[in-house]
């Protein structure tokens, strides 16, 4: 059977996906799932306030990496990151509404609860942003909804068991998981990835590399004990 165009792009961006995985996949080295302490109402409260930072920072900072892009010609990427800032926009907002439903004030908890892994994925996002190229945040994407997309719905009812009865407190959870439209985020951002050159290609899969491995890092201090965790809401 002859290879047509169509098959060939689609050979070539089973390629570039398969390069992107292999760059993530490489992290897991770094888990340390024996550190990671039971999850209690108190530790998914703490986790919400880290998913609010993070989906707080996203519309804005790929904003700002559209227009660097569109400023250096690279029509391709200025669209995708437009496209994802706009589908990523409030978000943060499920967050908060999660830390309600579990009782707290959400504003003042975000406020005062910064969780270290998540302040460690913005500041390489944001570094990342304002690089002289910018293109280490398509990695960056890449790896938070590529692992996004291993969260089940056995997971998200896992969480929902150990909550409050009547609590409704995944909403953001879902949202980025295989459950929301992580799935369609990462097919897109292939697509975008497939029209670059290899050289781009491979910082891009370092960028999603390096971004994995600091979500699978554990945090230098250790994780926070529950009493310490439920010592910060109390004072919000």
């Known amino acids: 059977m002859p290879i047509t165009a169509e098959s060939s792009n689609e050979l070539h961006r089973a390629r570039v996906r398969r390069t992107l995985d292999r760059a993530v996949a490489a992290a897991f080295v770094h888990a340390r799932p024996a550190l990671v302490p039971p999850l209690t109402p108190v530790r998914w409260a703490y986790r919400l306030a880290g998913l609010y930072h993070l989906t707080h920072s996203t519309p804005r900072l790929l904003g700002l990496a559209a227009e660097r892009f569109e400023a250096a010609g690279r029509g391709v990427l200025a669209g995708w990151a437009r496209e994802r800032a706009r589908e990523e926009s409030h978000h943060d907002v499920l967050a908060l509404r999660d830390l309600r439903g579990l009782g707290h ?55 929902e068991a150990i909550l409050p009865a009547g609590a409704r407190a995944t909403r953001c959870l879902r949202v980025h998981s295989a459950a929301g439209r992580d799935g369609d985020h990462v097919a897109d951002t292939i697509a975008a990835v497939a029209t670059l050159p290899a050289s781009e290609l491979a910082a891009i899969a370092a960028a999603a590399g390096e971004t994995a491995r600091l979500c699978f890092t554990p945090e230098p201090a250790g994780a926070p004990s529950d009493a310490a965790i439920a010592a910060l809401l109390a004072a919000c």
């Not at 998540?118 to 990695?139: I, K, N, Q, T």
């Open 105 to 159: 004030d959400a504003e003042r908890v975000v406020q005062t609860v910064r969780p270290a892994n998540a302040l460690r994925l913005v500041e390489y996002f944001e570094r990342s942003v304002h690089a002289p190229d910018p293109l280490g945040c398509v990695g960056y994407a890449y790896a938070v909804e590529r692992l996004a997309m291993t969260v089940r719905e056995a997971d998200i009812r896992a969480v």
